[in-house]
Every structure is written in C-alpha cells, then in structure tokens.
C-alpha cells in the first residue's frame, strides 16, 4: 500500500509547480444525456500536443460547477480546476442536473435516483472518450460525488481521484451524525433507514426527522443506500488517489482510510489542516464554517501538488 501524508511546508519543486502562469482556453461545454443536458467548463491548456484531462464530479445537493449552491459559495471546485489547468491539465467540471429544473419540474426532480447521476457521470466520460483528444481521462469526485465517480468510472477511465468520499454507506453516516447531534432521535432513524434499505417507503415518523426523511427524498436514499463504497472502490483496477484533509468535519480520515485498505493498490494522501472544500484551517470549528461561505479564500496548493504528482505518475 502507498501511504503518503502532505504537510504545509512545500519542497522548492512545487513552489516552481506554483509561481509559473499557465495560458488556457476556457469554454462552456454543454453534453447531453439521457435524462438532461450537462452544463459544464472546459478549461484547456494552450499546448499543441494532448494532455490528460480531469473530469470534477461535484459533491451533493444542488451544486454547481464552482462547488457553490445557494446557501454557501466558496468557489472550491473553481479553484481546484484552474489550479489543475496551469499545471497543463485540462479540467471539465460540470453543474449537477437538478440545477437545470424548473418548479415545474417537480416530477422529474422526485423521480431523481442515485442511478441518474451515475448514468450522467458515465455520459460526460464517454463523450470524452469517444474524442480521443486527450492523454488520459482521470475522473475526480468530490463528497457525493466520489462514490457517483468511482462507479461510473468503472472500465472506461485511467484513473480515479476520490476527495474528500465517504467510506461508509449512507445510512451509517446519518446515524454517526445524528449521534453527535441529536442522539434521542438516532434510534428511530435507524428503523426508518432499516425499512429504506428493504426498498420500503416510511409514511409515518417523528416530524424533526422530515428534513431527512420526507416522501421526497425517501426514493433517492433507498436508490443511494445501497452503494457501499468499500465494495465500489475494490472493483477498480485502474490508478486510484484517495485524498482526505484532517480538518474535515464532514468526512473523517477513518473513512478515507476504509478506501484505502478496500483497494490495495490506491494511494492514500492525507493533508494536513484542509477542511473539506479544500480550504486550510488552523482555528475551531467556526473557522471552518465560515470558509464554506467565503469565495476569496483559495485552496490549498498540497491538494494541487498531490493531483498533478498523482496524474504526472500514471503509466
């Protein structure tokens, strides 16, 4: 197992990676699927020769290509792909489908499966494929997005970046999260999880629980709850990278570490003070929020130089 933590003080080789300005081109890219329209930005190096390609699949709930939804914008996946991009990497990072719903779209949005972002990640990959036009196609999943990446992945990609994914099912970290917060309720989540992952719909429960559990959501969990990632990871055959910060309070180094042992051959590369939109943190948990609604703070160059490393690596 390759094993490799990246600490804050840079070697002179990656302060070079950093202080040198890349041109690129920088186009929006829209690429249908069978279910909708992605809307996404390609960002390509100014070179004359092919360059590996970075697919960013965004994290969950209605996130955008930048990594912002309406409640907090931190341009985290903005930053991550032109970081990428001076580096002569080409990046596509994409807005999630939902975004391009309207109110009226109420029961497309309610018929929404853990099987349709897969199917649309799976889409974006193959139309690159099918350009021949790169190097290699790497695919880079953040939060939701790395359990979505590493299944669609499977057979049709070079390489596979998990950031900041979950290692456990989805059900286990709702009743983690629940234990930590409102723990007399953790014992009824876990009934209603219990019937979710039987394929049954729960009418009736506690009404704290409905901003987890309401009628809406209900389908799109029992399509989600049946991914374990540890399994999902173990089938890849291709380079994996799995990166986690220690600052995370959304996904733990543990979970990072269940990706690891689940696949042998990944790489494993734990950075110190990144939270989980990549920002670095050095305070308390309130810094650490306040960076999910701050757009001007940039993202840590270890998480850039791990990347680049990683890509520059595969055979």
Same mark, same amino acid.
Request: proline share 4%; aromatic share 8%.
């Given at each position: 197992?390759?094993y490799? $933590?990246?600490?804050?003080i840079?070697?002179?080789?990656s302060?070079?990676?950093?202080s040198?300005?890349?041109?690129y081109?920088?186009k929006?890219l829209?690429?249908p699927?069978n279910?909708v329209?992605?809307?996404?930005?390609?960002?390509?190096?100014?070179?004359n020769k092919k360059? &590996?390609?970075?697919?960013l699949?965004?994290?969950?709930?209605?996130?955008?290509?930048?990594?912002?939804? %309406?409640?907090m914008?931190n341009n985290?996946?903005?930053y991550?792909?032109k970081? @990428?991009? /001076?580096?002569? $990497?080409t990046?596509?990072r994409?807005? /999630?489908?939902v975004?391009s719903?309207t109110?009226?779209d109420?029961?497309?949005?309610?018929? !929404?499966?853990?099987?349709t972002f897969i199917?649309?990640?799976?889409?974006?990959?193959e139309?690159?494929?099918n350009t021949?036009? *790169?190097? /290699? $196609?790497?695919?880079a999943?953040?939060s939701?997005?790395s !359990? %979505?990446?590493?299944?669609a992945?499977?057979?049709?990609a070079?390489a596979?970046?998990s950031?900041e994914?979950a290692?456990?099912?989805i059900?286990e970290i709702? $009743?983690?999260?629940l234990n930590k917060?409102?723990?007399? !309720? =953790?014992?009824?989540?876990s009934?209603?999880?219990?019937? @979710?992952?039987?394929?049954?719909?729960v009418e009736?429960?506690?009404?704290m629980?409905?901003?987890?559990?309401?009628k809406?959501i209900?389908?799109?969990?029992i399509?989600w709850?049946? *991914?374990? &990632?540890?399994?999902?990871?173990?089938?890849l055959?291709? &380079?994996?990278?799995i990166?986690?910060?220690?600052?995370?309070?959304?996904?733990?180094i543990?979970?990072?570490?269940?990706l690891?042992?689940?696949?042998?051959?990944?790489?494993l %590369?734990l950075?110190?003070?990144?939270?989980h939109?990549? =920002?670095?943190?050095?305070?308390?948990i309130?810094?650490n +929020?306040l960076s *999910?609604t701050? &757009?001007?703070l940039?993202? +840590?160059?270890? @998480?850039?130089?791990?990347i680049?490393?990683?890509?520059?690596e595969?055979e």
């Amino acid at each position: 197992m390759k094993y490799r $933590i990246s600490f804050i003080i840079f070697s002179l080789i990656s302060t070079f990676i950093f202080s040198q300005e890349k041109n690129y081109t920088e186009k929006d890219l829209n690429i249908p699927t069978n279910s909708v329209t992605i809307n996404g930005t390609l960002l390509t190096p100014l070179k004359n020769k092919k360059t &590996p390609l970075v697919i960013l699949i965004p994290g969950s709930g209605p996130t955008d290509r930048d990594g912002n939804n %309406v409640q907090m914008k931190n341009n985290s996946i903005k930053y991550l792909a032109k970081g @990428l991009v /001076k580096n002569n $990497i080409t990046t596509y990072r994409y807005d /999630k489908s939902v975004l391009s719903f309207t109110p009226k779209d109420k029961a497309r949005i309610d018929s !929404l499966t853990f099987e349709t972002f897969i199917n649309e990640a799976k889409s974006v990959i193959e139309y690159f494929k099918n350009t021949q036009n *790169y190097s /290699k $196609i790497i695919v880079a999943g953040h939060s939701q997005g790395s !359990l %979505v990446g590493m299944i669609a992945t499977h057979n049709i990609a070079d390489a596979f970046i998990s950031l900041e994914g979950a290692g456990r099912t989805i059900d286990e970290i709702i $009743i983690e999260q629940l234990n930590k917060q409102a723990p007399f !309720l =953790k014992d009824e989540a876990s009934s209603i999880l219990s019937k @979710l992952k039987e394929g049954n719909i729960v009418e009736e429960f506690n009404p704290m629980l409905n901003s987890l559990f309401n009628k809406q959501i209900q389908p799109f969990l029992i399509s989600w709850i049946k *991914y374990n &990632p540890q399994e999902e990871i173990k089938k890849l055959t291709i &380079p994996v990278l799995i990166i986690n910060g220690t600052n995370d309070i959304q996904v733990s180094i543990s979970d990072a570490e269940l990706l690891h042992k689940a696949n042998s051959t990944s790489e494993l %590369v734990l950075i110190e003070n990144m939270n989980h939109i990549f =920002k670095e943190i050095n305070g308390d948990i309130n810094e650490n +929020m306040l960076s *999910y609604t701050n &757009p001007n703070l940039p993202i +840590m160059k270890d @998480l850039i130089t791990s990347i680049v490393t990683f890509i520059n690596e595969i055979e």
